[in-house]
């Protein structure tokens, strides 16, 4: 399998940011973390293994990268403002320096955004803020609501990166085309912690006439790795 390490300072984060890419070819899909995992996480965790031979027969190209998590929605330490600008930061990063690398290795017009936890909302939150860029999702356990992490504050920024905040009130057609040509796909479980927040998003694009599945798992411990790498090669 064709294991690549990549390292830049990224000059709209002010620091290092590291990925990995795993194979050589096929569907790219951009692989973000869970909640203060590291771009080496999918790999670690046998979600890569899982894949392998999806990935050495050409059909899916993992882009895995790092997150800031723990310097925004994570950070106690500053104010909210600053956690959702750091935030801002980072979607800039991934759409102006991590996805002209990707188009740079494949040349594939469609790209997925996929995930699992908190992952699953970086996932969803990329694909619905720009259905141009990606045109698959594979959210897995996902939660969407993210006001809860900044106890009370909110702000433009904060709706624009809250999934069951803005969708409810899309309505510019250019994003509703696109999404709604889209293959969006969320999978949880019966016993996950996330399973309502799934539901909810479920209701808020069935709303908007937006295709897409939800998948229920009925599994033990569907939040976790085990169920993640069965689902990952049912849905990807």
Known sequence: ?????????????????????HGHAGLPVLVFPTSGGR???FEDRGMVASLAHKIDNGNIQ???VDSVDMESWYNKQVPPRWRIARHQQYDDYIIHEVLPLIRQKNWNPRTVALGCSFGGFHAANFAFRHPDVFTGLLSMSGAFDM???????????????TPTQYIPNLSDPWFLDRLRNNTLILATGWDDQCLSSNQHLD???????IPHKLHIWDSNNSHDWPTWQRMVNEYL
């Open 1 to 21: 399998m064709v294991r690549e390490y990549h390292k830049w300072h990224s000059p709209r984060l002010g620091r290092d940011m590291e990925l990995l890419i």
């Open 39 to 41: 771009f080496f996480e």
């Open 62 to 64: 993992l882009f895995c």
């Open 147 to 161: 006001a809860r992490f900044l106890g009370g504050y909110h702000d433009s920024d904060l709706y624009f990166n």
């Open 203 to 209: 209701h808020l694009l069935n709303e908007k006439g």
